[in-house]
Every structure is written in structure tokens, then in C-alpha cells.
Nanobody, 116 residues
Framework: QVQLVESGGGLVQTGGSLRLSCAAS????????MGWYRQAPGKQRELVAS???????WYADSVKGRFTTSRDNAKNTMYLEMNSLKPEDTAVYYC??????????WGKGTLVTVSS
């Protein structure tokens, strides 16, 4: 059983920065892909960034150039560096992983609020 715990959310002004962390209970080296999703009030959950075991990254167009995801295998932690934040980035951010066995796990989320 894998547990994912997000942290680093909070209240920030437009143009500010935050760094989210996702700490995993298992070795993330065995995870096929890890991703950051977000869900704003009244909207569907959407994928914003992902990083594969090969370290290949993907970003949604809405965050490209502003968000950067990375992983530290030694610390079993994935990060999301968010810069130039906008009010539309306000959401609960979730960490997700798919393991090499095909199992899928979610964290409980961390709230990011960007004030205008």
C-alpha cells in the first residue's frame, strides 16, 4: 500500500510562488509515473504536470513555463514549483502515482489559494 502526502499549499498573492511536495511511503523509483492534479470549485479534476520514471515531464498548456515538477528518488518525494501564480490556479492540488504493477494511488490534497 502506497501513501502519498501533499504539503506546501497556502495563500499567496497573484504573481507569487509556492512549492508543493508529495512525500511517498514507498520507493518512488518504482513508480511508473507521478502526477499533479488540481480541482477547482465546481470543476473537474485536471492533470497539470507529470514526471515519468525516466524523468520525462509533461505540463498542461495552462501552466507551461510557470510550473516545474521534479522528483528526488532518495527522499521519495515529488515537487511542484509554481511561479507567477494566477487566481485561476486556485484549487486543491493532488498527488497521484501509477506503480509498475498498474496500481493507482492518490493523496488527500493541499489547498492553494491565489488572491487577486
Amino acid at each position: 500500500q502506497v501513501q502519498l502526502v501533499e504539503s506546501g499549499g497556502g495563500l499567496v498573492q497573484t504573481g507569487g510562488s509556492l512549492r508543493l511536495s508529495c512525500a511517498a511511503s514507498g520507493s518512488i523509483f518504482t513508480f511508473n509515473v507521478m502526477g499533479w492534479y488540481r480541482q477547482a470549485p465546481g470543476k473537474q479534476r485536471e492533470l497539470v504536470a507529470s514526471i515519468r520514471r525516466s524523468s520525462i515531464t509533461w505540463y498542461a498548456d495552462s501552466v507551461k513555463g510557470r510550473f516545474t515538477t521534479s522528483r528526488d528518488n532518495a527522499k521519495n518525494t515529488m515537487y511542484l514549483e509554481m511561479n507567477s501564480l494566477k487566481p485561476e490556479d486556485t484549487a486543491v492540488y493532488y498527488c497521484n502515482t501509477e506503480t509498475t504493477t498498474g496500481a493507482n494511488y492518490w493523496g488527500k490534497g493541499t489547498l492553494v489559494t491565489v488572491s487577486s
